[in-house]
C-alpha cells in the first residue's frame, strides 16, 4: 500500500510564510508526479503545484512566484514553500502523487494524503 503524509500546516498572518512537506511510504515501486491541491470552503479542489520526477513544474496563476514546488526524490517527498501568503490562500491543502506500487503490474494510480489546514489571517 501507498501511503502519503503531510505536515507543516497552521495559522499565518498574511504575508508570511510556511512550507508544506509531503512524504510518500509504503511498497512502492516508482513515484511519478507528485503535487499539491487545495480546496477552500464552498469550492471545488484546484490544482496548486505539480512536478514530475524529472524536475518539470506546473503553476497555478494564483501562485505563480510565490510557492515553489521542490521534491527529493531518494526520500519520495515533495515540498511546498509558501511565500507571501494571502487570506485567499487559505484552504485544506492536499498532497497528491502518480506512483506505481510493488506488485501493481506497472498499473498508475493517484494517492491523496489527508489534507493539512492552511489559515493566512488578514
Known amino acids: 500500500q501507498v501511503q502519503l503524509v503531510e505536515s507543516g500546516g497552521g495559522l499565518v498572518q498574511a504575508g508570511g510564510s510556511l512550507r508544506l512537506s509531503c512524504t510518500a511510504s509504503?511498497?512502492?515501486?516508482?513515484?511519478?508526479?507528485m503535487g499539491w491541491y487545495r480546496q477552500a470552503p464552498g469550492k471545488q479542489r484546484e490544482l496548486v503545484a505539480v512536478?514530475?520526477?524529472?524536475?518539470?513544474?506546473k503553476y497555478a496563476d494564483s501562485v505563480k512566484g510565490r510557492f515553489p514546488i521542490t521534491r527529493d526524490n531518494a526520500k519520495n517527498t515533495v515540498y511546498l514553500q509558501m511565500d507571501s501568503l494571502k487570506p485567499e490562500d487559505t484552504a485544506v491543502y492536499y498532497c497528491?502523487?502518480?506512483?506505481?506500487?510493488?506488485?501493481?503490474?506497472?498499473?498508475?494510480?493517484?494517492?491523496w494524503g489527508q489534507g493539512t489546514q492552511v489559515t493566512v489571517s488578514s
Open positions: 509504503g511498497s512502492i515501486f516508482t513515484v511519478n508526479s
Open positions: 497528491n502523487a502518480e506512483a506505481v506500487p510493488v506488485g501493481g503490474y506497472g498499473t498508475r494510480s493517484q494517492y
Open positions: 512536478i514530475t520526477a524529472s524536475g518539470n513544474k
